[in-house]
């Protein structure tokens, strides 16, 4: 009963205590994983020599455990995993993600081998690469926002900043794939079909993406309601 | 020896006759997606190639096992020796998965002729379709010996290409078809006269283990089945035994379909257990391994010629490395690998 009573009055810390997920210090510099070869001090400017001091002197966040060392490690690639996660199954998402790039792959392989001699330069067979320059395509510029002004709501047109056209176009991608597709077919499947048709500028996340361009070209007028 | 890991094209004529169902499905993609089939040349296929040349056809046949760790290449080893056969005018009987008679099957019926067995009707007919697409030639020329008399009559004197449309258009007895064909085989095989009637029959299964372990099949009485009452497994258990004369068997473990046994075995005595080993006594076991240095180099080629390695970092010597540290040369893993990058 004492043991019971005395675990009252110490103050409650947790056992587990999660890295990533506490809140840092701003001071805390964030990992960088790659294995850049060390440029000698002579080449750099002066900003980046201050970076370098500071890398050697403050601390570091602890790095996620999804980040590799490897030149193989792609942050966009992280992104869209993490994304296209659903309650924690990375391992899922992360098998969806090889199997999509494979299949892009596949057909691209495939084209270029069946294919005479001459068109063989044109055809694209990296994955890596088709996966970003469709995510470039599906980016849009510029975006609508809501705007309240005398009783009445009117969808302004916005700029975007970087991250959020990146997070825009990757779920529209996914949201895409998730709803307007057959039933029966693979999400990789799904996926591959979308980013290559995004590859080539056709599918549904471009015409989206155009729809957007639409609208805000229509609301022109309103733009001045924008005070940011 | 000088042709280990150099890539041996399969002719696409051969593999649509000798392999309608006999490829892993990974392998199948790749040759959709290369527009070619290529297989490695390894030592485990030399040795069984030359022991089937040097082999004496009037004696008994010589059982050869394949066995190895989990994606060594057994499976691609005995496609390898059993498309040498194919080119050497043998008569194929291949069964591409001896497990998949062992596990899933949706209609087991009891058997028509023998009480407390039991048929598989789709699988018999389907494997019946697949022998006749591969061993089309020798359907003509097979000539049946004696009387088969089950419920449906078959004549004297007909050839096994009859036999085998019935077994295909009957679903019913299908698996008792199957038997007939193997007794067939075995008898003529060695016995037959020179000139036309002779041939040479190469015996190939994959998924050894399957005839002697346990199923996961249900009798209608809700106990577990036995492979002893499966007719299909009990025919192609009579082939295993070396009382024909006139070609060889080739067979190969595999561990990925397997029922009940751990995923760290892979020798034969612990996938086929005390009485398939006792079965199978004597062999001649084959053992596969990963790939060494020659056949990794080799394989790394393979892959930047197709143009399948496309990413940047994979075709620097580090990024080998890493394929090398990764996959611990091990030709699914590494296949598996470099499918996505």
Redesign the interface.
């Known amino acids: 009963m004492a043991a019971s009573v005395r675990h009252l009055l110490k103050p409650w810390t947790p056992s587990l205590c999660l890295m990533r997920w506490s809140r840092y210090n701003p001071y805390y510099l964030d990992p960088d994983p790659s294995k850049d070869a060390r440029v000698p001090e002579s080449e750099l400017s002066p900003e980046e020599k201050e970076l370098q001091e500071l890398k050697t002197v403050s601390p570091i966040k602890a790095a996620l455990s999804s980040d590799t060392s ?3 490690n792609d942050p966009l690639i992280s992104k869209f995993i993490n994304m296209m996660m659903h309650d924690g199954n990375k391992i899922l998402a992360r098998g969806i993600m ?2 999509t ?2 299949t892009i ?2 057909k691209q ?2 084209k ?3 294919s005479p001699a001459a068109k063989r330069e044109e055809i694209e ?4 690469t088709v996966f970003h320059q469709a995510l470039e395509n599906c980016k849009p510029i510029i975006g609508l926002a809501s705007v309240q002004k005398g009783g009445k709501s009117y969808q302004v047109p916005v700029p975007l900043t970087d991250n959020r056209r990146r997070f825009l176009a990757m779920k529209w991608l996914i949201t895409e794939c998730r709803d307007n597709k057959h039933r029966r077919t693979h999400m990789y499947e799904k996926l591959s079909q979308e980013l290559l048709a995004a590859f080539t500028n056709e599918g549904n996340v471009v015409k989206r993406k155009h729809d957007l361009h639409k609208m805000a070209e229509a609301n022109r007028a309103y733009a001045h309601y924008r005070w940011w | 020896n000088l042709h280990t890991g150099q890539y041996y094209t399969l002719p696409a004529a051969h593999i649509q006759k000798l392999f309608p169902h006999g490829l892993p499905p990974r392998f199948q993609l790749q040759i959709k997606t290369f527009n070619e089939g290529c297989v490695m040349v390894r030592p485990p296929a030399l040795e069984l190639i030359s022991y089937l040349k040097k082999a004496d056809y009037s004696k008994p046949p010589l059982r050869y096992i394949l066995y190895g760790d989990v994606g060594t290449g057994k499976t691609m080893c005995l496609s390898h020796a059993l498309h040498y056969c194919y080119t050497q005018g043998w008569l194929i009987v291949h069964i591409s998965d001896a497990h998949l008679w062992v596990k899933n099957c949706k209609e087991l019926l009891p058997s028509s002729s023998r009480p407390s067995r039991f048929d598989q009707p789709i699988q018999a007919s389907q494997w019946l379709k697949n022998f006749k697409i591969t061993n089309e030639r020798f359907l003509s020329k097979v000539q049946l010996g004696y009387v088969w008399t089950k419920r449906e009559r078959t004549e004297k004197g007909q050839p096994l290409g009859e036999l085998v449309d019935q077994g295909v258009n009957r679903m019913k007895s299908s698996s008792d078809v199957v038997g007939a064909v193997l007794r067939e085989l075995r008898l003529q095989a060695g016995g037959a006269t020179e000139g036309e009637g002779a041939f040479k029959l190469a015996v190939a299964v994959d998924g050894l283990n399957a005839l002697w372990g346990k199923t996961s099949l249900k009798k209608e009485d809700r106990t577990m089945c036995e492979p002893e009452e499966l007719t299909l497994i009990h025919n192609v258990r009579k082939m295993m035994k070396n009382n024909w004369s006139g070609g060889a068997i080739l067979t190969a473990l595999s561990q990925t379909g397997s029922l009940f046994k751990p995923q760290s075995a892979y020798l034969p005595s612990e996938l086929l257990g005390e009485e398939g080993f006792d079965n199978m006594e004597p062999f001649v076991p084959v053992s596969v391994s990963n790939y060494n240095e020659k056949e990794f180099e080799s394989c790394y080629l393979y892959y930047l010629d197709r143009n399948w390695l496309q990413h940047s970092h994979s075709r620097s010597e580090e990024g080998k490395k890493e394929l090398i540290f990764l996959s611990n040369k091990n030709p699914s893993i590494l296949e598996r690998l470099c499918a996505f990058l």
């Open positions: 490897s030149a193989f090889t199997q790039l494979e792959k596949r392989v495939e270029y081998h069946k067979c990296n994955p890596y």
